[in-house]
T-cell receptor
């Protein structure tokens, strides 16, 4: 149990376009979902925390207008990178927790390349 | 105070040997310490986790040793195998409040196990 999926696994887009990444908990209801960004050979950097039905909480330095997060249901959260630029190219990973348990279950990640 | 410092940055071990990765923290409010394994291009997967009321936890070939007074914890991989070659991250989180479940990650250790 505790499977988290992400879609797409890889996306290439042109500079200035927007990209949406989906994160789904497949076999449990996720009370909280987290979005991370990871550059090559670096650690995971938390971007934001989202709870179903409420606004996401962004980490310091993360532009909330650029990285839009919607946690519409207990099994789905989306991250939209608006007006993407080459510096937004990275590996984006989501994770989810289920009620009362702090264990985070991670998705497989989405590789974003902005040309 | 929120940092988790991980060492070494990289580690090379022969097949059958013991791999040891260390982490240190400052925030005494941390009460949950998981270790994650990440293969290239994949999301992190939970390996094993411990709470500060336990000094050691073992699951198969993986053991966490926890020293609360020194604010240090370590991962031991016994009988290391080439398939264990991956990046390992330690992490820590605090209980309750707005930071519930929010993980602070170490910098990561790239483990290479030679056959």
């Amino acid at each position: 149990g505790a499977v988290v999926s992400q879609h797409p696994s890889r996306v290439i887009c042109k500079s200035g376009t927007s990209v949406k990444i989906e994160c789904r908990s497949l076999d449990f209801q996720a009370t909280t979902m987290f979005w991370y960004r990871q550059f090559p050979k670096q650690s995971l950097m938390l971007m934001a925390t989202s709870n179903e039905g409420s606004k996401a909480t962004y980490e310091q330095g993360v532009e909330k207008d650029k990285f839009l997060i919607n946690h519409a249901s207990l099994t789905l959260s989306t991250l939209t990178v608006t007006s993407a630029h080459p510096e937004d190219s990275s590996f984006y990973i989501c994770s989810a927790t289920r009620g009362g348990v702090e264990t985070q279950y991670f998705g497989p990640g989405t590789r974003l390349l902005v040309l | 105070q929120q940092q988790v410092k991980q060492s070494p940055q990289s580690l090379i071990v022969q097949k059958g040997g013991i791999s040891i990765i260390n982490c240190a923290y400052e925030n005494t409010a941390f009460d949950y310490f998981p270790w994650y394994q990440q293969f290239p291009g994949k999301g992190p997967a939970l390996l094993i986790a411990i709470r500060p009321d336990v000094s050691e936890k073992k699951e198969g070939r993986f053991t966490i040793s926890f020293n609360k007074s020194a604010k240090q914890f370590s991962l031991h991989i016994m009988d290391s195998q080439p398939g264990d070659s991956a990046t390992y991250f330690c992490a820590a989180s605090t209980p309750g409040g707005t930071s519930y479940g929010k993980l602070t990650f170490g910098q990561g250790t790239i483990l290479t196990v030679h056959p």
